[in-house]
């Protein structure tokens, strides 16, 4: 088999190329594509993926995305959807950045969605709200901290 630094940039990946590409298992990759219907690999006899140059940049988009900007994956579909594919696919190849969701949007629960904690138990939802709190009073503290005293 071949290392993927040998194939031309044009080359097809395998999953698992494109996988060890990325630095994601290849179940991301499939679970992606559920939720992102622009990732749409060729696929031959026996269900088996091969992924274009374009899709590989606009996996590596959405790695950056959910993992380098902490969107979610409803945050990640928006972008996708408000400014394409291509842009994506340019913040996957380091052209771009996409702006990191405000702390409004992730504190409303605009950024992840209307219904984002869908599943949760009540009293794991409050735990999680206990600790956003206990978080965002840390950050106050180190703001804070670091103001210049004053005279």
């Given at each position: ?15 698992k190329e494109a996988a060890d590409e990325l630095d994601v298992p290849q179940h ?13 690999p060729v696929k031959r006899a026996g269900g088996r993926r091969y992924y274009r ?99």
């Amino acid at each position: 088999m071949r290392d993927t630094s040998e194939k031309s940039a044009g080359a097809f990946r395998t999953i698992k190329e494109a996988a060890d590409e990325l630095d994601v298992p290849q179940h991301v990759l499939r679970f992606w594509e559920t939720r992102f219907a622009q990732i749409r690999p060729v696929k031959r006899a026996g269900g088996r993926r091969y992924y274009r140059p374009d899709d590989v940049d606009l996996l590596k988009g959405i790695k950056r995305l959910l993992h380098g900007q902490g969107y979610t994956i409803k945050g990640a579909q928006r972008v996708l959807r408000e400014r394409g594919l291509r842009f994506v696919q340019s913040v996957g190849r380091g052209e771009a950045e996409a702006a990191a969701p405000t702390l409004q949007e992730t504190e409303s629960g605009l950024e992840g969605g209307p219904h984002q904690d869908e599943g949760l138990a009540a009293h794991d939802r409050a735990a999680l709200e206990e600790a956003l709190r206990d978080l965002l009073e840390c950050r106050a503290a180190i703001t804070r901290l670091r103001l210049p005293p004053e005279s």
